[in-house]
């Protein structure tokens, strides 16, 4: 556990849109700030995971972003753009020349999306979770959970769509996993009942494309996901992280789409391994030795 410290939370305005951050500060820190980027509807209190296991090596920093949390609703288009637009705000903020940056599912967009445009500025990247492709399938999945939102029908929306980012296989093994089903329901009926802008964040989240395109050199970079991810599989995140130079690649064993929940603590042991450029080859639950990756194979979204 991280030591007891006392947290602090400031606000920042980019472009007229009203947001915050939250420093959990290390008093002896042996790498740069970890700044944390989730999902959709993952503010700044939705890691303490990363608390426990980063908070004695380094300043953890976590965000309601605009979209998320309490911070203002993003205004329609350029959801991407207005996003990096305040992570960078934030590392501003905290006076680091560098940060290490990690984006998990839709935060991981964000992330890839930061380092592509002030790649000087991270000094690791992980990225977890990739959406890096999305089947027509899928889209047509989501189409029917968003009918229900329209309906008046927010627990089935929550059924819907908390199922539809799991791997519901009985014959794949997931750690925790009616446990994580029954969590991320009742977090998608927490926040439709209690954010004032979380469908406007659902729906950007469901219906955007984010760009995995265009490749990235020379920040080191680490991209994992769960052996059984039915949003965008292993094999999928794989190809995207070549286009990453001299990336890594790893999967988490027993987890899908969700790994982040049902293996909470491996995976934040994972990314306070690679910030602070410690072995991975022992890291608990992956199911393969990671290795470098290579740049300039096929694109992501390539069938």
């Known amino acids: 556990m991280a ?3 006392t947290e602090i939370v400031r606000s920042l305005s980019e472009n007229g849109l009203r947001y915050s951050y939250r420093v959990l500060p290390c008093p002896a820190p042996r790498t740069e700030p970890a700044v944390v980027i989730g999902g959709a509807l993952q503010g700044m209190y939705g890691w303490p995971q990363m608390d426990d296991h980063l908070g004695p090596l380094t300043d953890v920093v976590t965000a309601d972003l605009p ?3 309490s911070a203002d609703p993003l205004p329609p288009g350029a959801a991407t753009e207005a996003l990096c ?3 960078t705000g934030i590392i501003d903020a905290l006076e680091a020349p560098r940060v290490n940056l990690f984006g998990f599912s839709y935060g991981a967009a964000i992330a890839f999306g930061c380092a592509r445009r002030d790649p000087d500025r991270i000094a690791r990247l992980v990225l977890g979770g990739v959406p890096a492709h999305i089947s027509a399938g899928q889209s047509a999945y989501w189409a029917r959970a968003v009918e229900r939102l329209a309906a008046g029908d927010p627990e089935g929306f929550a059924a819907l769509a908390a199922d539809g980012l799991m791997c519901l296989d009985p014959d794949r093994h997931v ?3 009616e446990l994580a089903r029954r969590y991320v329901r009742r ?3 927490h926040a439709l009942n209690h954010s004032a802008h979380a469908v406007d964040s659902l729906h950007r989240a469901l219906a955007d494309r984010p760009d995995f395109t265009g490749g990235l050199s020379g920040v080191p970079a680490l991209v ?3 052996e059984h991810d039915t949003v965008t599989s292993p094999e999928r995140q794989r190809v995207f992280a070549d286009t990453i130079e001299g990336s890594r690649f790893v999967t988490v064993g027993e987890s899908d789409h969700w790994v982040v929940l049902e293996r909470a603590d491996d995976v934040a042991d994972l990314v ?3 910030f602070t450029d410690r072995p ?3 890291a608990p639950g992956l199911t393969g030795v990671p290795r470098p990756r290579r740049a300039g194979v096929p694109d992501p979204a390539t069938p």
Do not use: I, K, P
């Open 67 to 69: 979209g998320m949390g």
């Open 272 to 274: 306070a391994r690679f």
């Open 175 to 177: 750690h925790r996993r």
């Open 280 to 282: 991975l080859d022992t």
């Open 85 to 87: 637009a305040a992570v």
């Open 224 to 226: 994992f996901a769960g």
């Open 187 to 189: 977090s998608f009926l």
């Open 3 to 5: 030591e007891e410290t």
